[in-house]
């Protein structure tokens, strides 16, 4: 059983208003779950003492949504909360993620899906950040910003183009022609390169490499923050990186520093490696770890750096899923 929740606002206590509220939250709820008829087994509506010409029960059996038990209660009063609000709790049997609806004056209820919600994630090689990150977008039906999926999109345009991605001059003379967006379709990112879906060009061996040398160039990386920022700036992302909340969105309300000690980093890429038949020495592998630290820490261009304030997050002892209830926690008591 799915709790699927929703709220919304009249501004006048009248059966006209009260009627219109709840058909127009019980329509944006269905249509943002795909719900069916048979997949709901009730609804549950509060409403705050201050609604009194008319029953939100009523109201919704009324539109059309006759076909499950209706339940209304009217909620204590609380002292500075919300004045004239309907919720609801719709249970149904669905599998899928759901979409809760906050309407009107409701949204201020939750900020979290209500308002552009952006989460920066850096931290060093192996600290999990990008899986954390992955999990974070998942739970919160948000974008995982892959960023290498856009300098992949820089480096297929540079192969159309006959480009030679090595040529720092050429490539800035093509980026005024570079046109990629990117769109969050059933819960994936989908990258569009000149109104084309490239998603899985873009995997293909030669842009791999294309990418890998196009992303060499300052004048590449600074196109790319400036399109990573725009996007943010329009839908709810998590990014994860080096300099993601100082460099690329200093602006983002949930900033992060995940990191680890280094031995705990070098054992988890050895771990990874080994699962994979490959031979490897773990000694080599933690010196290749704090060298890479030192690399990303003093590269002049995009050093890994923690925001002043970004919450510093040690998963050294820790669950992925002590980290991401962790993060979770944070970002709740800032909502």
Do not use: W
């Amino acid at each position: 059983m799915t709790i699927i929740r929703g709220a919304t606002t009249i501004e006048m206590d009248c059966k006209e208003e009260i009627s219109s509220a709840v058909k127009e939250l019980l329509d944006e709820v269905f249509e943002a779950n795909s719900l069916k008829k048979e997949e709901v087994r009730g609804f549950v509506f509060s409403l705050t003492s201050d609604i009194h010409s008319y029953h939100p029960a009523k109201a919704a059996r009324e539109s059309g949504y006759d076909f499950a038990p209706l339940f209304a209660a009217v909620e204590p009063d609380i002292e500075g909360g919300l004045r004239k609000c309907i919720r609801l709790m719709l249970f149904a049997e669905v599998g899928n993620p759901v979409n809760h609806i906050y309407q009107r004056g409701a949204k201020i209820l939750r900020k979290d899906i209500s308002e552009i919600m952006n989460i920066a994630l850096d931290g060093p090689a192996g600290s999990g950040k990008s899986t954390i990150a992955k999990i974070l977008a998942k739970d919160y039906n948000i974008l995982y910003l892959d960023t290498g999926a856009m300098y992949r999109a820089c480096g297929l345009k540079a192969l159309r183009l006959g480009v030679d991605y090595k040529n720092g001059e050429a490539i800035a003379k093509m980026l005024p022609l570079l046109d990629v967006k990117v769109e969050y379709k059933g819960g994936k990112q989908h990258t569009i390169l000149d109104g084309e879906d490239v998603s899985s060009a873009i995997r293909e061996n030669a842009v791999s490499m294309a990418a890998s040398g196009i992303s060499a160039h300052a004048c590449v990386r600074e196109k790319m923050v400036e399109m990573q920022r725009e996007i943010a700036k329009g839908m709810s992302c998590v990014l994860d990186g080096r300099d993601i909340g100082s460099v690329v969105l200093p602006q983002a309300k949930y900033k992060f520093f995940v990191t680890a000690d280094s031995k705990v980093r070098a054992k988890r890429r050895f771990d990874e490696l080994s699962s994979r038949g490959e031979m490897v020495d773990f000694e080599q592998l933690h010196e290749e770890i704090i060298m890479r630290d030192k690399q990303d820490s003093e590269r002049a261009s995009s050093p890994l750096i923690c925001a002043e304030d970004a919450v510093v997050i040690d998963t050294s002892n820790k669950t992925i899923e002590e980290v991401v209830a962790e993060i979770k926690s944070c970002i709740q008591s800032k909502i």
